[in-house]
């Protein structure tokens, strides 16, 4: 009953799902981006407002968000859905967009690892402001130890300037934050590189990055988050330093960090700042408290405060406030294409077609050998997905599965766990290292449609079910995939299709309810 009176509520807003006050008010629903979306971005563009988040090594690559208020985010494009750039091979972190009013241009900045060198490096592309297709500009720097975090600012002079980090600390060597001038084309940098800081007090540990600056009154302002950012042991922290000369000499705040964990969220950081009606906001990242590693790191949204002294600083009040039933997704795959929110590895081509009788999806033994995955971000901890399956048309294994990785680790390869069915045969089947275990299987009678069910307990506790006439029939309780949550980013959940070159899986609906 209470969830009819909540649906009846969200009909009266006017809205498909949760519509909140704009900033300006006092109230924020964070996260503003639900599910896994590290290192956020965002611009205001004639009144709009633009986002865009990490892809890591899922295709489409950095998907792109529209707003009119900040808190209200719609999912719309992406800045290469067709895949990774020639160049690039892996690693697609930390997009920056930055809107240059006198040429009409978006250029979005992104780390991606170069095929050739192997080497992290800072990239940028270039779209027209109406945020349409993104033509690829190529690398502009890769230092040994890599480059990563770009950040495009004017020193005083009006000059362009790219600011990166120095991935150090992958080689156990200080992070240094770089300026070097940048020609307006945004095709390559010239003249001698500065470093403005480095990670040198205690509070940031191991390095410095995902700076963002921006100007008020006399000075320039770098927020830069520090210390460990991506797994369960995380003490991820954000300070500020300013400078009234773009290349320094920049000082750090004696107050450092001024972000820090709350009750709600933790290792907050890497964001960029966005002005509204004559306040700053910075949307940034954070594991959710309950959520932690399982969902990933949010977007979240807080109001950059100023105090006294001239220095800002963050009131570290930010709660986890978004209704779970704004998180519901149906989808039976009846437009002319996939919606936007299913992705793919970035290494795969995926082979389907949609429309009145669902999705026909290519199935395939990659990824190793789970199949063909299209996936979508996990946004809360307790769920279920369901799959309605064509099983007389389908000729593959069609299931659905909780995707992560084999050992916790950074680069780790591809594990998950799900539930398949083909003609007479459903089963429930683990796949960590490319070794498949059956963990459960059952026979049923062929029928023209079959159902899966998997449902999520506090993240990682799975139960897999079938259906039988009017009743769900347990077929797997009680796996344990907390072992496989990838290193950096949440689980993701979504269809399989595991079969030969040539076969097809067909899936009528897919339901996620929370």
């Avoid at 719609?74 to 091979?89: I, M, Q, S, T």
């Avoid at 300070?239 to 290792?267: F, M």
């Avoid at 077929?475 to 993701?492: H, K, N, Q």
Wanted: glycine residues 10%; charged residues 25%.
């Amino acid at each position: 009953m209470k969830r009819l009176l909540f649906v009846i509520l969200l009909t009266i807003m006017g809205c498909c799902g949760v519509h909140v006050q704009a900033v300006g008010y006092e109230k924020i629903i964070n996260p503003v981006l639900p599910g896994d979306r590290p290192d956020p971005t965002v611009i205001e563009i004639n009144g709009e407002y633009w986002a865009a988040a990490t892809s890591n090594e899922w295709s489409p690559l950095f998907p792109i968000f529209k707003s009119k208020d900040l808190v209200n985010w719609e999912l719309v494009n992406y800045v290469f859905p067709d895949g990774a750039p020639d160049w690039a091979l892996n690693n697609f972190w930390a997009p920056e967009l930055s809107y240059d009013e006198k040429q009409g241009k978006v250029y979005l900045y992104y780390t991606a690892r170069d095929k050739r060198t192997k080497r992290l490096s800072c990239a940028a592309a270039v779209a027209d402001f109406t945020m349409g297709r993104f033509k690829d500009l190529g690398p502009l720097v890769a230092q040994e130890p890599g480059s990563i975090d770009a950040f495009a600012a004017r020193d005083e002079k009006g000059k362009l300037y790219l600011i990166w980090k120095e991935d150090g600390n992958s080689m156990g060597l200080p992070t240094n934050i770089w300026a070097q001038e940048m020609t307006e084309d945004r095709t390559r940098l010239i003249g001698e590189m500065t470093s403005l800081f480095c990670n040198d007090t205690p509070w940031e540990e191991g390095l410095v990055e995902g700076v963002c600056v921006f100007k008020k009154q006399d000075y320039f302002y770098i927020l830069y988050s520090a210390a460990s950012c991506c797994d369960k042991k995380c003490n991820y922290k954000t300070g500020v330093a300013r400078s009234k000369s773009l290349l320094g000499k920049w000082e750090k705040y004696e107050k450092n960090p001024i972000l820090v964990d709350n009750q709600d969220w933790r290792c907050p950081g890497h964001g960029t700042i966005v002005r509204k009606d004559g306040k700053e906001f910075y949307l940034y990242h954070a594991y959710n408290r309950s959520g932690s590693v399982y969902v990933g790191r949010q977007g979240v949204l807080e109001e950059l405060c100023w105090g006294e002294d001239g220095w800002p600083y963050f009131r570290n009040d930010a709660v986890y406030n978004r209704p779970n039933l704004s998180l519901d997704y149906v989808d039976s795959f009846k437009g002319n294409t996939l919606a936007p929110i299913w992705q793919w590895r970035v290494t795969q081509k995926i082979d389907y077609q949609t429309g009145k009788n669902g999705l026909h999806l290519g199935a395939s033994m990659e990824n190793r050998e789970l199949g063909t995955l299209l996936v979508q971000p996990v946004k809360a901890l307790n769920f279920s997905l369901t799959a309605t399956v064509d099983n007389r048309k389908s000729m593959a294994a069609a299931g659905i599965g909780i995707i992560g990785g084999a050992h916790n680790g950074f680069g780790a390869p591809l594990a998950g766990i799900g539930i398949s069915v083909l003609k007479d045969k459903v089963e429930v089947w683990k796949n960590v290292d490319g070794k498949v275990d059956v963990l459960a299987q059952s026979a049923i009678t062929v029928s023209a449609t079959a159902q899966v069910r998997m449902t999520v307990k506090d993240g990682y506790w799975l139960c897999f079910e079938f259906r039988k006439g009017q009743r769900w029939i347990p077929l797997a309780t009680e796996i344990d995939a907390s072992p496989y949550v990838p290193w950096g980013m949440g689980f993701r959940i979504g269809l399989c299709a595991k079969g030969g070159d040539g076969t097809f899986a067909d899936f009528r609906k897919i339901e996620l309810i929370h």
